[in-house]
């Protein structure tokens, strides 16, 4: 997959391309990253990229002319590199909220232009004639669009084959089903007060698997219901969030007691 980010700050990406599972993707050939500086673009002796904007008002506004002259040479470096399906992508807090339906979405292209914008905004002129899509990753303001860039890259870069060493970790992340995932334990088998879930230990993948899907369902009812409206359960799984709802609050559980309080 080939990403191309339109940024002020081309030294952020060190974050990504810099450690773990990002890193070891890159490394591998699984994608390439090419940074692109508006400075670089811009047709005065100060490389200027920002002024202020028309009609008033505080801070600067990102200009036309060096962003649309390098949203077109990332993508003409894309079409170079044969990439047959690219999109152009504007980080914004107008935009769609990144899900991960939208993650899957995205990743169906084997190219994406990622703009990241700076100061009190960009000319909408580029948003008109440059950009095919925003997204936003969530309801709050930052000072630029790099981290949300790489937030987004981050997701999309996880699911390409070969970057996780186990396959199955993606199918089996949160929202993959539309539900948060179940609980997790590792060694020790007992901390403290705490053991693991002895479900967990009985090596029956059956028990396993229900026990994992109970549990996904009911911590996704605890703390995002939101996300099960637009879910069409199955019987056996709208059973086992009954289930688990006749657990969480029978008058001995923990959970009761501490509602109850």
Known sequence: ??????????????????SGITQRAR???????????????STNAYRSVDDRPYGGGPGMVMMVEPLAKALRAAR???SSSGVKHGRTVFLSPQGRPLTQQIVEEL?????LVLLAGRYEGVDERVLQTEIDDQISIGDYVLSGGELPAMVLMDALIRRI?????????VQQDSFSNGLLDC????????????AVPAVLL????GHISRWRMKQSLGRTWRVRPDLLVNLSLSPE??????????EEYKPESKKAQEHIK
Do not use: C, I
Not at 2 to 10: E, G, M, S, W, Y
Not at 28 to 35: D, I, M, T
Not at 237 to 246: G, P
């Open 1 to 18: 997959m080939h990403f191309d980010v339109v940024t002020l700050f081309p030294e952020m990406f060190d974050a990504l391309t810099g």
């Open 27 to 41: 490394s591998s050939g699984l994608y390439e990253l090419v940074l692109w500086n508006p400075r670089d673009f």
């Open 76 to 78: 003409q470096r894309q």
């Open 107 to 111: 990743g169906k292209h084997d190219g």
């Open 161 to 169: 084959p070969g970057a996780l060493n186990d396959a199955e970790s």
């Open 183 to 194: 609980p997790q334990y590792t060694r020790p088998e007992v901390y403290g007060r705490d």
């Open 202 to 205: 009985s090596g029956h993948h």
């Open 237 to 246: 799984q709208m059973a086992l969030l009954e289930e688990y709802k006749m």
